[in-house]
């Protein structure tokens, strides 16, 4: 063999392992930086969610207090109506009793027309 043949196949073989050191050196950093990110997205996600379990437990404290005052509220509401409602009742039987006096019972002596 010559030398300038040996030479070629060296050389071949020479860039094949460049290319593929450098190849691999891209690869292990591209996985290097993707774990990056992911420490940091999840660190990120962490803090929304102790963030959000913060924001879910005051709204949970605010509705319950809406929820307290619309209870009163309509258990007011409730009563009052209730007692509007009876005194419709009692003043439905007054006009009862008033309408049954006007009309009054049918007299005998006079014969009904038809």
């Not at 196949?9 to 460049?18: C, D, F, I, N, R």
């Not at 290097?32 to 379990?53: F, K, N």
């Not at 437990?57 to 319950?64: C, E, P, T, V, Y």
């Amino acid at each position: 063999m010559s030398a300038e043949t040996i030479a070629i196949v060296l050389s071949a073989v020479g860039l094949l392992l460049g290319l593929g050191g450098a190849m691999f050196a891209g690869f292990a950093w591209c996985i290097r930086r993707s774990d990056g990110v992911e420490e940091r997205l999840g660190a990120r996600i962490d803090s929304v969610r102790t963030d959000l379990a913060d924001v879910e437990k005051s709204l949970g404290a605010r509705i319950d207090g809406v929820e307290q005052k619309l209870t009163a509220r309509i258990d007011g509401v409730e009563k009052s109506l209730g007692a509007r409602i009876d005194a419709i009742a009692v003043d439905t039987t007054d006009l009862k009793i008033a309408m049954a006096r006007l009309e009054g019972p049918q007299r005998h002596l006079i014969v009904a027309s038809r």
